[in-house]
């Protein structure tokens, strides 16, 4: 059974940086892509940054260049690095595996605020 766990979110202030990590259990890891979702209040969910089981990444335009995904398969750990922070980053920020199957965790909550 697949279970992934986010951490790190919080309040920062605008044009901070923040790290959010998911540390995946099970085998399958190595072998899964892995991505970053994320809803904010009154939106629907949109993909953030995703990275194959090789390394390469996509991000959505809208972060391009303030966001870093990578992944540690050694530890089971996939890392958002999220930088120059904006008001409307703030979203529930959802890990993702996709193995065949598709799994989530529970999200991690992201408030950019002054």
């Known amino acids: 059974q697949v279970q992934l766990v986010e951490s790190g979110g919080g309040l920062v202030q605008p044009g901070g940086s923040l790290r959010l990590s998911c540390a995946a259990s099970g085998s399958f890891f190595s072998t899964s892509a892995m991505g970053w979702y994320r809803q904010g209040p009154g939106k629907s969910r949109e993909l953030v940054a995703w990275i194959t089981r090789y390394g390469s990444t996509n991000y959505a335009d809208s972060v391009k260049g303030r966001f870093t995904i990578s992944r540690d398969n050694a530890n089971n750990l996939v890392y958002l690095q999220m930088n120059s922070l904006k008001v409307e980053d703030t979203a529930i920020y959802y890990c993702?595996?996709?193995?065949?199957?598709?799994?989530w965790g529970q999200g991690t909550q992201v408030t950019v605020s002054s």
């Open positions: 993702n595996m996709n193995s065949g199957p598709i799994y």
